[in-house]
């Protein structure tokens, strides 16, 4: 087959309800290299602080719903919706929500 379909309902969140949800849909897309996350984040929740350095992958992400803050060694960045930023492998992030509202995300990595 040419294509391979997935959703959050076939994989369990790797995450707590009560922070939100996070699915890793690699091994349900059955990709090679490119890993996908799906991610809700709720107000007050945050993700927790790590980099790529020991596998080599970039990652973006990108907000389609609410804002969230990815913290960067002391630096923040807000995304709001419609709003993604790439990340080095060495580089440490932590993702907050912030605000008071839900926000939900797509991850995007893959070895360079």
């Given at each position: 087959?040419?294509y391979q379909k997935a959703?959050?309902?076939?994989?369990?969140?790797?995450?707590?309800?009560?922070?939100?949800?996070?699915?890793?849909?690699?091994e349900a897309l059955d990709?090679?290299?490119?890993?996908?996350?799906?991610?809700?984040?709720?107000?007050?929740?945050?993700?927790?602080?790590?980099?790529?350095?020991?596998?080599?992958?970039?990652?973006?992400?990108?907000?389609?719903?609410?804002?969230?803050?990815?913290?960067?060694?002391?630096?923040?960045?807000?995304?709001?919706?419609?709003?993604?930023v790439r990340i080095d492998?060495?580089?440490?992030?932590?993702?907050?929500?912030?605000?008071?509202?839900?926000?939900?995300?797509?991850?995007?990595?893959?070895?360079?």
């Amino acid at each position: 087959m040419a294509y391979q379909k997935a959703s959050t309902d076939d994989v369990e969140s790797v995450i707590d309800d009560e922070y939100g949800g996070m699915w890793f849909l690699k091994e349900a897309l059955d990709t090679d290299e490119v890993g996908v996350t799906v991610m809700r984040l709720e107000p007050g929740s945050k993700g927790k602080p790590h980099d790529h350095s020991e596998d080599g992958q970039e990652e973006v992400y990108c907000v389609v719903e609410g804002e969230v803050v990815v913290e960067f060694d002391g630096e923040t960045v807000t995304l709001g919706e419609n709003e993604a930023v790439r990340i080095d492998p060495d580089q440490r992030r932590q993702l907050r929500n912030e605000s008071d509202d839900l926000a939900r995300l797509v991850l995007v990595g893959a070895p360079i």
